[in-house]
């Protein structure tokens, strides 16, 4: 694998994000990612799984540079392996740690709610689902998460505003379970996993299954119409304009 | 417009209910509300609209002393009009605030909690969906917009209580975003209408579909059901005589 | 009825459970508690009914020595019973007020969460959805049970954890709605019941089944499939020997 690092303790998996320095998603560290969760849901040895980044990013979201010479349809085939890898781990059969490491933004946020459990450590750091700032729509499946982890309210709230928020002000809001240091994240997500996999890896199976499934069923059912409405917002030329002027970075 | 006074400023739009003293609904005001808003969906000049009364009342809710000479099938006539408009509130395709300058109930209520922001003053204005408190119930939409508010135990407590809750409380409760006084409502209204405002509109409708639409198909598919059994209730001995007695008054 | 106690004072219902030490469910008192409930149902007289336990229990949960000499098919129909009581009860024409005058734990805990109110003596009571920590599922109602009253997110929590809350903890999640003490509950939880009969009983059975029938139809149409996972994993050697080394205990 190119852009990931794997290393194993103690029945913890931990993948770390390595492609350049803000992690930056596109399709081939979405296929490495969606194999490497394959393989480990079957590694009976592996009872938790920790996603982190290295440096200081979790993941600045979609490559855009390289997506402005993807074209639709290419886009299209990425953003269906990206939402299809998002609602795998929602459903993960086995307990899914963020490691927040760094800035966490988009995608990265995207992927970071998909999980059981957000530590996040505090300083500059910033999440945020902010793609409304750059003309930008969303995915149903994203809205949803958001809205099962905050509630309708203060989900409008943060995608509405786009807001950047630090790790303290995401506790507050209930995007992040917990506030660490630079320091520190590494052994309290080590913790936090090793709480979950002490518990019945069948029944946590089934249990998050109860907990998740429905919810994915309505995502999937309105992916597909919200892939083709992001591709043509995505496109049109007063989007695309701001894409270009990278008025994002 | 005889219930409505308009004024555009910079981009917004501000809407007055001028009816009487408490800015009671009837099917004359639901459908100048009905046709105004849907003119301003398609003035391009508006990226937001402002909601708000005249005087101690935002909306005291149905004309029930009109609605008491009301045969069955007009009434059912004028509450489908009245739920549709609030569905299409909740779906607006552009920014709603409700700036809450006086008492908001019932049916005021209901139109409160379908905007996408809500400022309201302290003092002794009082907000609620206190129709349990005459014997009445409620649609299932107003029921679904109230959950999603407040979550279902929230909702539970505002709604078999029947509650009138300050500005303060209703802050606490999760049922307004933001308090403000008298003097100060229409600035800060128009404050947070520009906030709003400056986002891409096409990204914006587009997201507030994702978050709204699932919910409003949801409410769709049950308000005919209740509305017959809202309409049974309503005229029912016991709801009927107490809606003469005029003990909600 | 050999395992509840009937006390009728203006129009409350007093329904204590009296079985043994720890108020185990088994399949003749969830038999016993449908019979009573469907009675009260029908008696105008009653406006509101409080369900509690004698001694130091709400209910410990399932009677799980007596479904150890269970077999299968057996254990089945009681899961069906069990589960279609607590849904009634969701749906229950009147309001249900949850007096926990001790430790309410799993089966006991989802019988508390399906009331509309639950007042809980602080000091060593324990509430819990424990399950987890045997190596048990749970069931699809259950779940969405308490995803309605904590959100999902603080449902994961409470769920994958399998914590014992005392009262204090569980008012700050928003497991329980007040905390009182032994001496007091009883009359508290009478005054809370008198509100809620206070109220039009026709328009708060309307509401309620606004409030909560979208819900009740979405945990039916799931519960089967989580009934028979539920047995699957029960019976399964891992979980199995946990339940007869009585570990729960």
């Not at 902010?130 to 989900?155: D, H, P, T």
Request: glycine fraction near 6%.
């Amino acid at each position: 694998m190119q852009f990931l690092q794997l290393k194993k303790e103690e029945g913890i998996e931990i993948v770390t994000l390595t492609r350049g320095k803000v992690n930056a998603l596109n399709e081939h560290v979405i296929e490495e990612m969606t194999d490497c969760f394959n393989t480990l849901a079957d590694d009976s040895e592996v009872k938790a799984v920790i996603i982190t980044g290295q440096g200081k990013f979790f993941s600045f979201g979609f490559d855009i540079p390289e997506f402005l010479h993807y074209p639709k349809e290419d886009f299209v085939r990425y953003l269906n392996k990206f939402t299809d890898f998002y609602t795998a781990l929602f459903l993960y059969p086995k307990p899914v740690i963020a490691a927040l490491n760094g800035h966490t933004i988009a995608g990265g946020c995207m992927i970071a709610v998909s999980c059981d459990y957000r530590i996040m450590i505090s300083g500059k750091a910033k999440i945020a689902l902010n793609e409304i700032n750059f003309g930008s729509s969303l995915f149903a499946g994203s809205v949803e998460l958001m809205k099962l982890l905050l509630g309708q309210r203060k989900a409008e709230e943060a995608i509405y505003s786009g807001a950047m928020y630090s790790a303290a002000e995401a506790y507050q809001l209930g995007l992040i379970d917990r506030v660490s240091t630079e320091e520190e994240i590494g052994s309290e997500a080590k913790n936090i996993a090793r709480m979950y996999a002490s518990k019945d890896g069948v029944a946590f199976k089934s249990i998050k299954n109860l907990l998740r499934k429905p919810a994915a069923e309505e995502m999937r059912k309105r992916e597909q119409d919200s892939i083709r409405e992001f591709v043509d917002i995505w496109y049109a030329e007063n989007t695309w304009k701001k894409l270009q002027e990278k008025k994002i970075y």
